[in-house]
């Protein structure tokens, strides 16, 4: 079995945080931790524990399959690259996009 690599989600985390225009002690109070466990969270030296992860991605407005991309087998570079895109979308523009894929 292939041990879970919490470097690349410690560093999803930060790019989707810097993304975002985010700080650290914004996702610290909205994760309900401190700034310096997101710190040490994104700078891998600590695991990040399944609750403070879901907590965290509720703070970033993403989903946990985003932040855990990398460790799927069965999704495509090209699957992670849509659902990356898909972040970046308004509710208003996924609706339309759905529309358009049940047109395809």
Known sequence: MKEINFELISKKIKET????GLTQEYLANASDVN??????IENNRVKISLSTLV??????DVTVDYILSSEYTVASSL?????????????????KLLKMMDII
């Open 55 to 60: 907590n965290i991605c509720n703070a970033l």
């Open 17 to 20: 945080r810097v993304a975002k």
């Open 35 to 40: 700034v310096s466990h997101i710190s040490n």
């Open 79 to 95: 699957d992670n690259e849509v659902i990356k895109r898909l972040q970046n979308c308004s509710d208003e523009q996924k609706d």
